[in-house]
């Protein structure tokens, strides 16, 4: 039997369109605020999770819904299965968006939205391709299932849960890279650091009572804040250096004097982890200009670690 596959894509064009754009709509960012012992991760991730596993059973898939960690959409028969490893969960939209990150909105051919292609887009396309080889009713010697992840952004316990109680598959794949394949991925460390302060060490010119950057671990961070209490002359003069800064390297930010506190905020340029020399590290380069200063003894020690030892977006510190 001899299949024109990009004629049976075409017929479900229109279909398939509006479906992901659907999907996309939907807004699966962590969110433990609303978590609940059925939506574990937030009740927008429990929402992306169910509307698939819906179309799962419309199209009289075998569905399971693995305690709102996972789910399961299967297809086929035999003992090997194919896994087919997603994640419906996104990182957080972040700032800069020509049209809002969940519009799903059509410009030039393309699907604009978080999670067009990190991993719900590419969810959609495997979820379509099953249900084409489905509706064809083409024969299959292995279980072909879908493992539906919803924590893959940030700790990966929907798959901690899922290998808890369900098969590890034969084999499998996840569609969550370059066309048309990747072999092989970096690694990737998540640290915590903590400072002790002294209140003795709290005596200064300068005080840095906050810096703050970055909302994943897996994100260049694209916004930085920190606010320095200090004598008002210090601050001021502090608040020209900082503008001088971002025009020499032709950066952006904000400054704001309120309340005896000067309040900086470094723009960055926002990227996946995997792919960091595509951003702008807002987080190091507000760090790198801070230490220019004198702060109080572990404020200094903090921002003297981050000049040493991290790196900026796959490059050197310009």
């Not at 509307?51 to 297809?75: C, P, R, S, T």
């Not at 969550?176 to 400072?195: M, Q, R, Y």
């Not at 032709?250 to 470094?266: A, F, I, R």
Request: aromatic letters at 10%; a negative charge; charged letters at 25%.
């Amino acid at each position: 039997m001899e299949i024109n596959w990009l004629f049976e894509v075409g017929k479900r064009k229109e279909k398939i369109i509006k479906e992901t754009q659907d999907f996309l709509r939907i807004s699966s960012v962590l969110d433990e605020s609303t978590s609940t012992e059925d939506a574990p991760f937030g009740e927008g991730i429990a929402r992306a999770l169910t509307y698939l596993l819906q179309k799962g059973e419309q199209n009289d898939f075998l569905v399971k819904n693995v305690d709102g960690f996972a789910g399961i959409i299967e297809y086929g028969k035999g003992n090997e299965s194919v896994g087919i490893l997603c994640h419906l969960d996104v990182v957080p939209a972040g700032e800069g968006w020509t049209s809002p990150p969940f519009a799903a909105d059509i410009r030039d051919g393309r699907i604009y939205a978080r999670g067009a292609i990190d991993n719900k887009g590419p969810t959609m396309a495997a979820f379509f391709a099953l249900s084409i080889v489905k509706e064809l009713n083409l024969e299959l010697h292995k279980r072909v299932r879908m493992i539906l992840g919803t924590d893959e952004e940030s700790n990966w316990r929907c798959v901690d849960h899922y290998f808890k109680h369900e098969e590890m598959p034969t084999i499998g794949f996840a569609p969550d890279a370059d066309f048309p394949i990747i072999h092989a991925e970096k690694g990737i460390t998540d640290v915590s650091f903590l400072w002790g302060v002294k209140k003795d060490d709290e005596v200064g010119m300068l005080f840095l009572s906050a810096f703050e950057a970055g909302e994943r671990f897996n994100m260049v961070p694209e916004l930085a804040r920190a606010t320095i209490k200090g004598e008002s002359s210090l601050l001021k003069e502090l608040e020209k250096n900082f503008q001088k800064h971002l025009l020499d390297l032709g950066h952006t930010g904000k400054t704001e004097m309120s309340g005896g506190e000067l309040h900086l905020s470094y723009d960055g340029v926002s990227a996946h982890g995997s792919t960091p020399e595509n951003g702008l590290n807002a987080g190091t380069y507000l760090a790198h200009f801070l230490a220019k200063d004198n702060f109080q003894q572990a404020a200094n020690d903090y921002l003297q670690f981050i000049v040493k030892h991290c790196d900026f977006d796959g490059g050197d510190y310009k």
